[in-house]
């Protein structure tokens, strides 16, 4: 006796269909492109950086602005996209939101820079700051490369 578990087979029409479309699991995140993907990216790193080196470490904090807008550019793309047609095009959004992001990303190291004697004084601050930037990064990259 074998201890293989027999594979189940998918009909040969279903299989085509995902072997044209090159969607496996689709889904609202699937159908992203890169540069929407790079805008939530930097929202991500945002909000994991505002977690980790803020609410944890309590040393380096994410402005509220910057972080409601990271939290839009990870959840706008993954609502129904009826949904979000009805305010603007998903590309027109996610553009606006990534260089809102990075416009705000310029000022917080603009701060930083002029403060910096105070404000990033140990090295898990300048870590969580570079975290941070590379947040802001992400976003004007990936707004920048969004073809509206």
């Known amino acids: 006796m074998s201890d293989e578990k027999p594979t189940p087979s998918i009909p040969d029409d279903v299989a085509s269909t995902q072997a044209e479309s090159g969607d496996v699991s689709p889904s609202a995140a699937s159908n992203l492109r890169s540069g929407e993907n790079m805008v939530s ?5 945002l909000i994991v950086g505002y977690l980790v080196f803020g609410l944890l470490a309590n040393e380096y904090w994410v402005a509220w602005l910057p972080l409601l807008l990271a939290v839009f550019a990870v959840l706008l793309p993954r609502i129904d996209n009826g949904f979000v047609e009805k305010i603007a095009e998903l ?30 004084d140990e090295f898990i601050e300048i870590i969580g700051a570079l975290v941070a930037y590379a947040g802001f990064g992400f976003a004007f990259v990936g707004a920048r490369s969004i073809k509206t």
């Open 41 to 45: 990216l930097g929202g991500l790193i």
């Open 91 to 120: 590309p027109v959004l996610m553009k606006a939101i990534g260089y809102a992001i990075a416009i705000i990303g310029v000022f917080t190291l603009i701060e930083d820079v002029r403060f910096a004697g105070s404000t990033l």
